[in-house]
């Protein structure tokens, strides 16, 4: 039975999703976590951050690693057909149909009106993952990660990559310095005071 919803989930999630590779991390959201509850909120942003550092597109990669987590190698299976399939036979219709009729308008409205869709899915995984940083690091600590990578990626850097890694890095190292910093009980100056 956990097969056929992996593969299920993965399937609605390929059919549904319009626009590449981040805007399908909603509709996998939907199933893994609200869905069929495999893992929360925490487990999946942690989840689609690492898969960000890894090479390819990232719905094959959510489904792959959630295919192996909840249904180990025949979940990892059909996880990969139910993500891959949808999406092969519908490119095989939809481009076959659209070089017939690329020149109409209602054709090229189509590929046009999707941006904003997408752009909004996007703003509401955004939003979810700043909700979820705070949690974690505070809302000035987010903000400042915000405005630095926007800078390094609009200024410096050439590609996401780099700073996914030097975030990594950061992570392993800073983490300790963030924790000594800002995290650190106070003393409990009491147990002195009753001495004296």
Not at 132 to 146: C, D, P, R, S, V
């Amino acid at each position: 039975m956990i097969y056929l919803e992996i593969f299920i989930a993965f399937l609605r999630s390929g059919l549904l999703c319009f626009g590449g590779g981040p805007a399908s991390i909603p509709f996998v959201h939907r199933e893994v976590v609200s869905r069929y509850k495999w893992m929360n909120d925490e487990d999946f942003a942690e989840i689609v951050a690492i898969s960000n550092t890894l090479p390819g597109p990232i719905n094959t990669k959510l489904a792959g690693y959630i295919g192996y987590r909840v249904g180990g190698i025949v979940g990892l299976i059909m996880a990969l057909i139910g993500a891959v399939m949808p999406t092969s036979i519908l490119m095989i219709i939809m481009m076959t149909t659209l070089r017939h009729f690329s020149n109409e308008p209602w054709a090229r409205g189509m590929a046009k009106a999707m941006k904003p869709v997408v752009g909004v899915m996007l703003g509401v995984v955004g939003w979810q993952f700043l909700v979820i940083a705070k949690k974690g690091l505070g809302w000035i600590f987010t903000m400042i990660h915000i405005v630095v990578v926007s800078l390094l990626i609009l200024f410096v850097v050439p590609h996401p990559a780099i700073i996914l890694v030097g975030l990594f890095i950061w992570a392993l190292i800073g983490h300790n310095f963030y924790e000594r910093l800002f995290l650190q009980k106070p003393k409990d100056n009491s147990k002195e005071d009753k001495m004296s």
